[in-house]
């Protein structure tokens, strides 16, 4: 019988999102935080309040424990029953946003992780998950009273609350390289974390929704495509229909109406499908069963997004999967499909043969069916189909004892190992967080080396990326390569099938020119931190260099430039040695003459600051800057200034133009003073600067936005939209509805009867900005609307 699967995700679940102690398992704490309870900690006995001793709560507890019993017949169950006794005592008094107690949540984590089949501890810990921070029991008093396998975990899962960060994408980024540390000695953290968040996005309906939106856009940032790199496909698909809903609901309602206008007709047609595949099966004598499903709604977007193209061009929004009894089925069922219906070219994929990064496997085919429908026929065994599901969890019912982490479990869990093994290198949170989004969501190709071993590189990789995934000494000394024989340039994108060889020099070096095309992280940030400890090197010189010349020319005597006093001044800017001193003299980020004055208290100096300025300027080629130069002013429509000891110059970046609103970031650059990035800016994200060369800084308020006149920036926006009359109208009737000027208009033709229309308008900020493109894509018509980085 066929299984009959749905695109759209359920309505949200029943349980609301906790008050402040679930909201922070999702992300920031809210200003709301749960009242520990009023009883004192005593582990030895916890007491159940009466209510909720009996009644709807205590049997879905029951429910929980047949769960478990039935998937591990022979588990102890007594440390889940312990932990739910010490839940109930320690989370009492704590309520939900819908004002249910706080205790369903750890409880329906618990029921997604016994769905999981895991074991006693991993369910004890679900459990427990929220006990460090939301109650008044310590990591060690967990330890004490469960073991300390459940006390790591916990450990791994709790966020890091006791320190304070920058900002917000400080923090995201700590938490979650805290949960990756804990994760490779024990995968069942990052299950718990994904159990929690699981969880709250069923119930994201009871927050703000500037929170469900936070909320939702980390959980598609990091959350689901983590369940995707760790092979588990159901719970990576509901994690992302559920976010989609809070990060576009306009995208997420039209699209939702275009799948349902297509969904009866499409179920009669797979319907048919499955009924000839059934016949063909039971004439063949194959054994299988016979599954059809519509696209997810995320799925069906990213591939409009990707392709720009309409629903009716998504060739796999129907699909069909059968699933074997052994490998040799898959090929024959294959060959099958083939007979009855006619395959699209270049859409046969073999992912048996080569599995996927995190070990999918399952054939790949699209065929024309009857009236000129195509759809996808996906072919795999019952394992193939358990491990596609349910990823690095789905043999723990299998396991037993301290060894939880199998050889095949060991594999998937390589790439978080070398993951560990970079962000060792990683100091700054940025660079962490953008390597571990471009490594979470690979889309692969499959390259061959002279000697017949598969490398899987990024797409669109090239030889450098094959390279440096050979080994880190054969990216750095690469001076050529061929591919199939030929020589190419490094550059070259590699295409499944290629057969790469790698030419090495002993003694060459990777070039900055690199980074603006290599795709993999492991490349990107070993050519990183070769560079950046290249020019490190070279910026102490040039530091000590200065600095000696600024005491000669000032007559402090050499002895004075010792160690000792330099690693003081050093502490005074917050750096930890005097060599890292000498790193941001040579940078620019501080003068040899604010060293120097610091060092020798009291000093008289003749020359003018400017003179001294313009002579450390012109030795080190770039602007010296005060450790105090921290907030920006707008001195104008979008001149920037820095308010501090040097006064000097900020401006916006031209490759991301970022407006007030936006979360930004600060570099010194040479000779012009700060260039201001946003934090999402592709340079930014590809880490093509040095983190020594990083400066914080923010928006400040300004005269004109106190007195309501607040500066305007040009921002440009692109609008897909239909071609029909008075389309243009309406838009601009939008933008000025929003008090907005309109700079400039450009209109042009698009593929498929759609125009393409690009507006530059003022914006006065982010808000301002957003609100104009939400009222644009809820137009009839209008199919995507963009933000432009560059003018």
């Keep these: 019988m066929a299984t009959h699967s749905s695109s759209a995700p359920s309505a949200t679940a029943e349980s609301p999102i906790p008050l402040g102690s679930a909201e922070v398992s999702s992300g920031p704490h809210s200003d709301s935080q749960p009242q520990p309870p009023a009883q004192e900690t005593k582990l030895a006995q916890p007491v159940i309040p009466a209510e909720l001793a009996s009644g709807p709560i205590a049997n879905r507890f029951e429910e929980l424990l047949k769960i478990v019993q039935t998937s591990r017949p022979s588990?102890?169950?007594?440390?889940?029953?312990?932990?739910?006794?010490?839940?109930?005592?320690?989370?009492?008094?704590?309520?939900?946003?819908?004002?249910?107690?706080?205790?369903?949540?750890?409880?329906?984590?618990?029921e997604v992780l016994a769905e999981m089949k895991l074991d006693a501890t991993a369910i004890a810990a679900g459990l427990l998950h929220d006990a460090v921070e939301d109650t008044p029991v310590t990591s060690a008093e967990i330890a004490t009273a469960f073991g300390e396998q459940v006390a790591?975990?916990?450990?791994?899962?709790?966020?890091?609350?006791?320190?304070?960060?920058?900002?917000?994408?400080?923090?995201?980024?700590e938490n979650v390289r805290k949960m990756l540390l804990a994760m490779v000695s024990d995968v069942r953290v990052v299950l718990i974390k994904l159990a929690d968040r699981l969880h709250n996005m069923r119930t994201l309906e009871h927050l703000k929704p500037e929170r469900q939106e936070a909320i939702a856009r980390e959980t598609l940032d990091i959350y689901a495509p983590l369940a995707h790199r760790l092979g588990m496909g159901k719970v990576r698909g509901e994690l992302e229909d559920l976010a989609f809903r809070y990060t576009d609901p306009v995208s997420?309602?039209?699209?939702?109406?275009?799948?349902?206008?297509?969904?009866?007709?499409?179920?009669?047609?797979?319907?048919?499908?499955?009924?000839?595949?059934?016949?063909?099966?039971?004439?063949?004598?194959?054994?299988?069963?016979?599954?059809?499903?519509?696209?997810?709604?995320?799925?069906?977007?990213?591939?409009?997004?990707?392709?720009q193209i309409s629903v009716d061009q998504v060739f796999d929004l129907l699909a069909i999967r059968i699933i074997t009894k052994d490998k040799s089925d898959c090929y024959g069922v294959l060959g099958l499909i083939h007979a009855l219906w006619r395959p699209v070219p270049g859409r046969v994929k073999d992912f048996i043969a080569i599995p996927r990064a995190n070990l999918y496997q399952s054939l790949h085919t699209t065929v024309m069916g009857d009236g000129g429908h195509q759809f996808e026929v996906q072919i795999r065994t019952e394992e193939m189909h358990r491990i596609a599901e349910e990823g690095i969890a789905a043999h723990w019912k299998y396991k037993a004892g301290e060894s939880v982490i199998s050889a095949r479990d060991e594999q998937r869990l390589a790439w978080v190992r070398q993951l560990v093994e970079w962000q060792r290198e990683m100091t700054d949170p940025n660079e962490f967080l953008s390597s571990l989004k471009m490594d979470l969501y690979p889309e692969e190709v499959y390259t061959f080396t002279p000697k017949g071993k598969v490398v899987v590189i990024p797409a669109d990789g090239t030889p450098i990326d094959f390279a440096?995934?050979?080994?880190?000494?054969?990216?750095?000394?690469?001076?050529?390569?061929?591919?199939?024989?030929?020589?190419?340039?490094?550059?070259?994108?590699?295409?499944?099938?290629?057969?790469?060889?790698?030419?090495?020099?002993?003694?060459?070096?990777?070039?900055?020119?690199?980074?603006?095309?290599?795709?993999?992280?492991?490349?990107?940030?070993?050519?990183?931190?070769?560079?950046?400890?290249?020019?490190r090197q070279r910026a102490i010189e040039v530091g000590r260099k200065l600095l000696e010349r600024e005491a000669r020319k000032y007559k402090v005597p050499m002895a004075r430039l010792d160690d000792a006093d330099l690693t003081r001044i050093a502490g005074e800017y917050g750096l930890a040695t005097a060599v890292d001193l000498m790193a941001t003299i040579g940078f620019g980020k501080h003068s040899a003459r604010q060293v120097l004055n610091k060092l020798v208290p009291g000093l008289t100096l003749n020359a003018t600051a400017t003179d001294a300025e313009a002579e450390s300027g012109a030795a080190s080629g770039k602007a010296a800057m005060s450790d105090a130069v921290k907030k920006l002013h707008l001195t104008g429509s979008d001149a920037l200034k820095v308010e501090g000891q040097d006064d000097l110059l900020v401006y916006r970046a031209r490759c991301c133009n970022p407006i007030r609103g936006e979360e930004i970031i600060g570099y010194v650059t040479r000779g012009k003073g700060v260039a201001v990035h946003a934090r999402s800016c592709p340079n930014v994200q590809n880490l093509l600067y040095e983190s020594d060369r990083r400066i914080d800084v923010e928006w400040a308020k300004t005269a004109g936005e106190t007195s309501g006149h607040a500066a305007r920036y040009p921002v440009k926006i692109t609008v897909y939209c239909d071609d029909r009359s008075g389309m243009l109208k309406e838009m601009t009737a939008i933008i000025s509805d929003n008090d907005t000027n309109i700079?400039?208009?450009?209109?042009?033709?698009?593929?498929?009867?759609?125009?393409?229309?690009?507006?530059?308008?003022?914006?006065?900020?982010?808000?301002?900005?957003?609100?104009?493109?939400?009222?644009?894509?809820?137009?009839?018509?209008?199919?995507?609307?963009?933000?432009?980085?560059?003018?």
């Design 152 to 173: 790591h975990i916990v450990d791994g899962v709790t966020k890091i609350d006791k320190i304070q960060f920058a900002n917000r994408e400080d923090r995201q980024a």
């Design 743 to 791: 700079r400039s208009v450009e209109t042009k033709d698009g593929d498929n009867g759609e125009a393409i229309v690009e507006f530059v308008v003022d914006a006065e900020d982010l808000r301002h900005l957003n609100r104009m493109v939400l009222g644009l894509r809820r137009l009839p018509g209008v199919r995507e609307v963009q933000r432009a980085q560059k003018l």
């Design 252 to 307: 997420y309602q039209r699209l939702s109406e275009a799948v349902e206008s297509r969904r009866a007709e499409g179920e009669q047609f797979l319907t048919q499908v499955e009924d000839a595949i059934v016949d063909q099966l039971r004439e063949n004598n194959i054994e299988a069963r016979v599954e059809w499903r519509i696209k997810r709604l995320y799925s069906i977007f990213q591939k409009l997004q990707k392709s």
């Design 75 to 110: 588990e102890d169950v007594a440390p889940i029953k312990k932990a739910w006794e010490f839940c109930v005592h320690y989370h009492a008094g704590q309520l939900r946003a819908s004002g249910e107690p706080y205790i369903i949540h750890p409880l329906e984590v618990a």
């Design 468 to 535: 440096y995934t050979v080994h880190t000494e054969v990216g750095h000394t690469c001076v050529g390569a061929k591919i199939n024989g030929r020589m190419v340039p490094l550059r070259t994108k590699l295409r499944n099938g290629d057969i790469v060889e790698i030419i090495t020099q002993n003694g060459h070096n990777p070039s900055r020119d690199w980074l603006t095309f290599v795709k993999s992280p492991r490349a990107r940030n070993k050519i990183k931190h070769w560079l950046n400890e290249n020019q």
